[in-house]
Structure formats: C-alpha cells, structure tokens
C-alpha cells in the first residue's frame, strides 16, 4: 500500500522561509498526478500546486511566484520550497499523489505551517 509523510513545517515569521517535504513509499507505479494541498482554520481545503504526467504545474495564484515544487525520483520525495510567508499562509499542508491506476487520490496526514510575527 502506498504511503504519504509530510514533514518540516513549523513556526515561521512572516517573510521567512519553509521546506516542506513529502516521503512516498510502497508500491508506486504509473504515476498521473501529484501536488500539495492546505487547509486554513475554518476554510476548505485548497490547491496549493499540482503537476501532471502532460509536463503542466499549476499554482494556485495566492502562492505563485513564492512556492515552488520539485521532486527527486531517486528519494521518492516531493518538496515544496515556500518563500516570502504570508500569516495567510498558515494551514496544514498534505501532499497528494494519483498512481497505481487508482483514479481516487493519496493522501498524507499533513504537516502545519504557523506563520505569525
């Protein structure tokens, strides 16, 4: 069965920097699709970037320009690097991944993210 963890997120001032990485494991195969979500206090839960299989990453226009994805193949590992943070930021971020020709999405447990001066 396939596995999501999310780590690094923390307490962060506002302009800083954070890190977040997601670890797959299990048995990963004809990936389709795979991103990061979050979810503020309140609110629902967004899409924060998404890539797929046609070379084609979306960002979401409240992070565009600010947070990149990039993945190592050989780590099994996304990554979404995330500058200038806004409070507005703050949220539990998951990571997502669409394979194994499951049509529905993994999930991981999520990491929170606190920005606040």
């Known amino acids: 069965q396939v596995q999501l963890v999310e780590s690094g997120g923390g307490l962060v001032q506002p302009g800083g920097s954070l890190r977040l990485s997601c670890a797959a494991s299990g048995t990963i195969f004809s990936i389709t699709a795979m991103g990061w979500y979050r979810q503020a206090p309140g609110k629902q839960r967004e899409l924060v970037v998404e890539t797929t299989n046609g070379h084609s990453t979306n960002y979401a226009d409240s992070v565009k320009g600010r947070f990149t994805i990039s993945t190592d193949n050989a780590k099994n590992t996304v990554y979404l690097q995330m500058n200038s943070l806004k409070p507005e930021d703050t949220a539990v971020y998951y990571c997502?991944?669409?394979?194994?020709?499951?049509?529905?999405?993994?999930w991981g447990k999520g990491t929170l993210v606190t920005v606040s001066s």
């Open positions: 997502s991944l669409r394979c194994c020709g499951r049509n529905m999405d993994y």
